[in-house]
């Protein structure tokens, strides 16, 4: 494969390339009543019509045309997202930009897509005892084209401002050049880190499980810094014993831990 992916195709290109970006955002509700208030607020926040939206805004940015779009919000809480969207013609297909290197955020159009769809669910929960609540939004972007969806990748990450962040990128079936070599992928990738932009590696913590020989690529993420006033639901550090903002911090710390790597850790008091 050519390492500036400017290749001749038979055809369409039939490549397959999913971007399946997972977020979560933790807080602290001391009470049940501001448990619930942080759900409503959560679910209200990141309602249908607002992730409408941010998903219209990253079909701009891929330049995609929508061609239908099914939303619903849930009872008790929850909304999903479904966008179909289609391509415009490429006047030159070497125009597109595939090299390695973080995508656009907002104010301009890169590419166009075609038998593709974007979707988002969302699921805000709460802990039933120490008062951590999670809300989590799950998009996937998938494309059938020239270009790759994680070019999309930094507005989503702007928009959904996170704790922790999955990003799982794959690349499936092959298209054929005009000698009809198989091609199982068609622009050059080493880690999904190189697609995210400089202020965002200033702000988290990541790490890469690649398997390069099937074009598979995992990238995980966890915000450096925590400053526990933006993460109390209805009260602040100000207010609360010493003791008991330590103790909230550590519950929060061990909450983003046991997400960002997989398993639950032991409680360190016991």
Known sequence: ???????????????????????????????????????????????????????????????????????????????????????EPVKDSEDVDTTEKPGPLPDSVVAHLDKSHICVHTYPEAHPDDGICTFRADIEVSTCGIISPLKALNYLIHQLESDIVTVDYRVRGFTRDIHGVKHYIDHPINSIQNFITEDIHDHYQMLDVNVYQENIFHTKMKLKDLDLNTYLFGTTKEELPDDQVLEISERLNKEMDEIFYGRNMPDMKK
């Open 1 to 87: 494969m050519p390492t500036n992916g400017k290749i001749k195709l038979q055809g369409f290109n039939n490549l397959t390339k999913s971007l399946s970006f997972c977020i979560y955002d933790v807080c602290y509700a001391q009470t049940a009543e501001q448990k619930a208030e942080y759900i409503e607020y959560i679910d209200e926040q990141y309602n249908a019509d607002r992730l409408t939206e941010i998903l219209s805004e990253c079909c701009e940015i891929i330049g995609a045309n929508i061609l239908n779009v099914a939303r619903q919000d849930y009872d008790p809480q929850g909304a999903s997202v479904t966008i179909l969207v289609a391509e």
